[in-house]
């Protein structure tokens, strides 16, 4: 009955392995479990409809994995149009807010990139289509190096015409 729910769980084959509906967090939990979802239709596989608007509506924590990845996404050749992943944002809100924000917050981790793209076809690494009018399209803030380089394009020996850079 609504309001009066029991704590269930489904066993798997090993020891541990389980799914539990936990009623007083109100919470599926997969213990030691791989939700596994295989979606033959042409239509998405997760929808999250969430009306959260301080917490994380997606949220990986992942204090064991040390080498693996966290999050791969594979097209297996047949994403013909498209996009791999797609961030939309509809909000009227001028509250300051990232759309994406990617942190490194070990100071230690010297040997870690924030970003790395590999584009190994003929085509545009990186498009940035801003209708800002009157403010930055790209802006590197408070760099704090003081014997390197700020911005630097490398290994360039390839080009034979064209330029290193074009401001117009």
């Given at each position: ?56 509506t ?16 594979h ?87 064209g ?6």
């Open positions: 009955a609504d309001d009066a729910g029991h704590d269930v769980i489904f066993y798997g084959n090993t020891a541990s392995s389980n799914m539990t509906w936990d009623t007083s967090a109100d919470d599926l939990i997969l213990n030691d479990s791989t939700l596994y979802i295989n979606q033959d239709d042409n239509a998405g596989s997760v929808l999250i409809n969430s009306e959260a608007d301080t917490a994380q997606f949220y990986i924590d992942t204090p064991a994995n040390t080498t693996g990845n966290v999050i791969i996404a097209s297996c050749d047949s994403l013909t149009t498209g996009s791999m992943a797609y961030f939309h944002s509809d909000s009227d809100s001028t509250a300051t807010r990232k759309l994406v924000n990617i942190i490194n917050d070990n100071t230690a981790a010297t040997g870690a990139t924030g970003l790395h793209i590999q584009q190994d076809a003929n085509q545009k690494s990186i498009v940035i289509d801003s209708a800002s009018t009157t403010n930055h399209v790209m802006r590197i803030d408070g760099p704090l190096t003081t014997t390197g380089t700020v911005f630097l394009i490398d290994d360039a020996d390839a080009l034979t015409t330029n290193i850079a074009k401001f117009h």
